[in-house]
């Protein structure tokens, strides 16, 4: 069973358009992490958000922190080709225990 | 931020022989390494998590014999897969969570900083 379904697995757009991923769980995260991932490499975080109805920017990309800390979403607003990659979220289930949980990720590849 | 190298990158080895994987953090004290393992379009399972100078906290299924992790050091853990078999073949990532000054800024006991990750093929 996985704890956290992320969706779509994968996404095709053309450069310009926005998109928007999705992290969901039955469980409460104290806190939870978008990353992304390019081929052969590690996971680089992006954002750590904590508090439930948090919303954070980073240029062009926007995560919300549901208000039940329960699911996370990821906005990009105009996608660029340099942003193809595959994005990671994965959630910490208690506070202080540095555990993670992955989502499955979700490809995104952005067509010029 | 933090950074966490691995070595090696690549290694390929032959069916039966053991691999060492190494996970420094170059810039600050690592009190706590994980280890991931992740297969072809899959996500980050994780294996163990140590601490430094105590033994390995394995995951339910992952055979702590097979997997030996080492965490000496607050700059250093290593992964050994003894035994090789073609089905270890994966994607080690490691992972490292501590404090200190790193890259200018202070890092967070809470966030982990992901090693590049080791690609290993047993033949």
């Known amino acids: 069973t996985q704890l956290l379904e992320q969706s779509p697995q994968f996404l095709s757009i053309q450069e310009g358009e926005n998109l928007t991923v999705y992290c969901n769980s039955s469980?409460?995260?104290?806190?939870l992490q978008w990353y992304r991932q390019e081929p052969g490499e590690g996971p680089v975080l992006l954002v750590t958000?904590?508090?439930?109805?948090e919303v954070k920017k980073l240029k062009r990309l926007t995560f919300q922190f549901g208000d039940a800390r329960k699911d996370s979403s990821l906005h990009i607003t105009a996608a660029q080709p340099g942003d193809t990659g595959l994005y990671l979220c994965a959630g910490e289930l208690g506070r202080g225990s540095e555990k993670l949980v992955f989502g499955k990720g979700t490809k995104l590849t952005v067509n010029p | 931020g933090a950074v966490v190298s691995q070595h090696p990158s690549r290694v390929i080895c032959k069916s039966g022989t053991s691999v060492k994987i190494e996970c420094r953090s170059l810039?600050?004290?690592?009190?706590?390494m994980f280890w991931y393992r992740q297969f072809p379009k899959k996500s980050l399972m994780l294996m163990a998590t140590?601490?430094?100078?105590?033994?390995?906290?394995?995951e339910q299924g992952v055979e702590k014999d097979k997997f030996l992790i080492n965490h000496a050091s607050l700059t250093l853990s290593t992964l050994t897969v003894t035994s090789a078999h073609p089905e270890d073949s994966s994607f080690y990532i490691c992972s490292a969570s501590g404090w200190g000054l790193a890259g200018g800024s202070q890092t967070s006991t809470d966030t982990q900083y992901f090693g590049p990750g080791t690609r290993l093929t047993v033949l």
């Open positions: 810039d600050f004290q690592a009190t706590t």
């Open positions: 469980s409460v995260f104290s806190s």
């Open positions: 140590s601490n430094e100078g105590s033994k390995a906290t394995y």
């Open positions: 958000v904590v508090t439930g109805g």
